[in-house]
């Protein structure tokens, strides 16, 4: 059995935590993912902007997930944003679950930093 591999990187701009995920965001990761991310936030962070440009895949769990942490940071008057590649299999998927609904979906990091 082959447990998929996730990096996660973090860079804090002013009230923003951008986290950058890099590989397959999983059962077999999520956990992991979870714990760091939830570790990261802080009050003081007035929005959480995950990039997953460099996400390789993204199942259930992995959006599941990206649903919690948006609810978590709701209850606290934060906000979730995403990085995702336009057109990418990824992007299709969060849209077919209604994540851009959700939560504000950008094609950048940059776009996602000057959103409001």
Not at 43 to 48: P, V
Request: hydrophobic share 50%; proline share 2%.
């Amino acid at each position: 059995m082959s447990s998929s591999v996730i990096r996660v990187s973090e860079e804090r701009l002013d009230a923003t935590l951008m986290i950058v995920l890099e590989g397959e965001l999983d059962a077999s990761s999520v956990n992991d993912v979870a714990i760091k991310l939830r570790r990261l936030v802080e009050n003081q962070a007035k929005r959480l902007v995950v990039d997953l440009e460099l996400v390789s895949y993204l199942d259930s769990a992995g959006i599941n997930l990206l649903f919690a942490v948006a609810g978590e940071l709701s209850a606290r008057q934060q906000q979730l944003h995403l990085v995702v590649v336009e057109g990418s299999p990824i992007e299709r998927t969060l849209r077919i679950v209604g994540a851009d609904r959700a939560f504000p979906m950008h094609a950048s990091r940059e776009a996602a930093l000057e959103a409001s």
